[in-house]
């Protein structure tokens, strides 16, 4: 089994910044990938970025491009999503995701990952 556990979350002022940090533990190899979806109330949960771990090739949602940035250390098994310039349309319950095996053309669906963190809130206030 994996588990994964989000952190990082908190309330910050537009134009602000926070690090969100995925931990991950359990059996885990270099096939990965690794994601962050986001769900605002009432809204269907949506992809965000995604990294994949053997190579760390990264993948963003049009509406965080240039403002935020997803990584991995690898001896410490966590991916993180650097924030940046954050709006309040940044608002949401931010999830992690992880799966073994997963093509690279699916990798924004989130029916598509096995394993899932609890979720961190962040709040960006105007």
């Known amino acids: 089994q994996v588990q994964l556990v989000e952190s990082g979350g908190g309330l910050v002022q537009a134009g602000g910044s926070l690090r969100l940090s995925c931990a991950a533990s359990?059996?885990?190899?270099?096939?990965?990938?690794a994601s962050w979806f986001r769900q605002a109330p009432g809204t269907e949960r949506k992809f965000v970025a995604a990294?994949?771990?053997?190579?760390?090739?990264?993948y963003y949602a049009d509406s965080v491009k240039g403002r935020f940035t997803i990584s991995r250390d690898n001896a410490k098994n966590t991916v993180y999503l650097q924030m940046n310039n954050l709006e309040p349309e940044d608002t949401a319950v931010y999830y992690c995701a992880a799966d073994p095996l997963i093509s690279s053309k699916r990798l924004n669906v989130a029916n598509e990952y096995f394993y899932w963190g609890q979720g961190t809130q962040v709040t960006v206030s105007s």
């Open positions: 990294i994949r771990w053997s190579g760390g090739n990264t």
């Open positions: 359990g059996r885990t190899d270099s096939t990965y990938a």
